[in-house]
């Protein structure tokens, strides 16, 4: 499917982080940084190093004389900026690192380019934070009291090469590009919106923001880019649009894909510039534009490149795009082929089940209003096929952010609660043996917006709750059904 970024933070024992990789069908860009962010808010500056949390009993750190609070200050006698050194420097031969220990200078031997785990723990990286003021940022649209992590405005190209993140590349420095080009941060996302640099420093809160000279350094140093543009109706849209394509589209494939989207607006947007959004026939008509520009690249360079996100497709009413359409999904983590790709799932793993469950079944699936219509295809079919399985799909009205925000990774449990009671009530026949969760709309630690959990969720309606992990077969037979096979 799509690139493996090969650089995973477990590997380096960073405290609270997760395993990354681009091939995750999942959309959870940025849930996997906030508890690692939180657990230290304080900034360590570039001549500090890297602390060391934990050592592990008998673990090589432990054995080459490593102590919880020492300081690596360099490796090799270059200097450590942050966790990407250790994984960019090391040899395959001993290493040797400067350590502080309060105040005590000392030298350690340490075996590190095998990529075995050392046996540490060390503090995470601090995010470089967003100093854009962007007309349409989702983090000034957001209520207060929402999950810890959530106010975060991130612009750091290392979480963008790590996790994925999209970045303005605003402040992106001469220093920043040498490192990237030099570590070989590859792929990176990039926020581009609009190619005009006075109109995207408009949308992005500031005075002027080229972006073509940035992509073009980095498209040089060998670093492959994807892209999105944002479309706010009567400012980047149109022929404002045309253009921005007409300008991106000749730097593929350092620039490898591009995503369009339209803008999310919440219902909290007291004191913000006065936008709207996109109405069926308006999205329909940027459908043709996009459609006609893949034309254009399938002519010169024998790939569509640009792709409409799956929320635009809902929103004009079009038919989902042949998996063939999205060249090997490069941008599924951020919403772009999403529906096709859990059809093709789900047909595949209709046929590795059987025609009857032992006993008779039923599910209800939970998600937004926008992805529902899609989903009730694939449950009819699985409904349809196997006998015993009865499988219902509840849209959630979402009240937390309001009617506009249609997508299911973004809803809040109190509304689940509130749609799930409702309908239970007005549902004779409305128990089911589990309740599943979209599994966009929790992060890494199973916490949705508002801070509620499948658990708190179950508890309320008195039904088994689950997030869906992506594997069909197993949700279809039950959890139980699948440890006994």
Request: net charge neutral; charged share 25%.
């Amino acid at each position: 499917m799509t690139q493996l970024v090969a650089y995973q933070l477990p590997k380096l024992g960073v405290a609270g982080s997760s395993p990354v990789s681009r091939s995750n069908p999942r959309p959870r860009r940025g849930f996997a940084l906030e508890a690692a962010l939180l657990k230290n808010q304080k900034s360590r500056t570039q001549s500090e190093g890297i602390k060391v949390l934990r050592i592990q009993k008998n673990s090589r750190a432990e054995r080459a004389g490593l102590r919880a609070g020492d300081v690596l200050s360099d490796l090799d006698s270059r200097p450590l900026e942050d966790l990407l050194d250790l994984k960019f420097y090391p040899s395959d031969s001993v290493s040797a690192l400067a350590v502080d220990r309060g105040g005590r200078k000392l030298k350690v031997r340490l075996q590190l380019g095998d990529g075995a785990d050392p046996g540490w723990e060390l503090e995470p990286m601090q995010m470089r934070t967003c100093h854009c003021n962007c007309i349409f940022c989702f983090v000034h649209q957001l209520p207060e009291d929402l999950r810890p992590g959530l106010s975060i405005k991130d612009e750091d190209y290392r979480f963008s090469f790590l996790f994925g993140n999209y970045l303005t590349l605003v402040g992106f420095t001469s220093r920043d590009l040498e490192r990237v080009v030099r570590m070989r941060l590859s792929p990176l996302y990039v926020s581009i919106h609009a190619t005009d640099p006075i109109l995207r420093g408009r949308l992005l809160g500031v005075k002027r923001a080229p972006i073509l000279p940035t992509l073009e350094k980095l498209i040089h140093g060998g670093i492959a880019l994807h892209g999105q543009i944002v479309v706010v109706r009567g400012w980047n849209d149109g022929e404002t649009l045309e253009k921005s394509l007409n300008d991106l589209g000749p730097l593929y494939p350092g620039l490898a894909s591009l995503a369009v989207a339209p803008v999310g607006l919440t219902r909290h947007r007291q004191r913000l510039t006065e936008l709207r959004g996109m109405n069926a026939e308006e999205a329909k008509e940027m459908l043709l534009q996009i459609e006609g520009f893949q034309e254009r690249m399938i002519n010169d360079f024998g790939r569509r490149w640009v792709y409409p996100a799956d929320e635009l497709l809902l929103l004009a009413q079009a038919p989902i795009p042949a998996e063939e359409a999205y060249e090997g999904y490069p941008q599924l983590e951020n919403g772009v082929g999403l529906c096709r790709y859990y059809s093709e799932q789900a047909e595949m793993a209709l046929k590795q089940l059987v025609l009857a469950l032992p006993e008779k079944r039923r599910i209800l699936w939970i998600t937004g209003s926008s992805a529902s219509a899609n989903l009730q295809n694939i449950a009819a079919a699985f409904s349809n096929k196997i006998r015993n399985l009865e499988i219902k799909v509840l849209a959630v009205h979402n009240e937390l952010l309001g009617d506009s925000v249609t997508v299911a990774g973004l809803l809040g449990g109190q509304d689940i609660v509130a749609a799930l009671q409702k309908y239970l009530s007005q549902n004779a026949d409305g128990s089911f043996d589990a309740v599943f969760l979209p599994p966009d709309c929790v992060n890494h630690d199973g916490v949705l917006l508002d801070d509620w959990t499948a658990d708190r969720i179950g508890q309320q309606i008195g039904m088994p709750v689950e997030v869906f992990d992506g594997d069909w077969v197993g949700m279809i037979r039950g959890r139980e059904a699948e440890a006994a096979r």
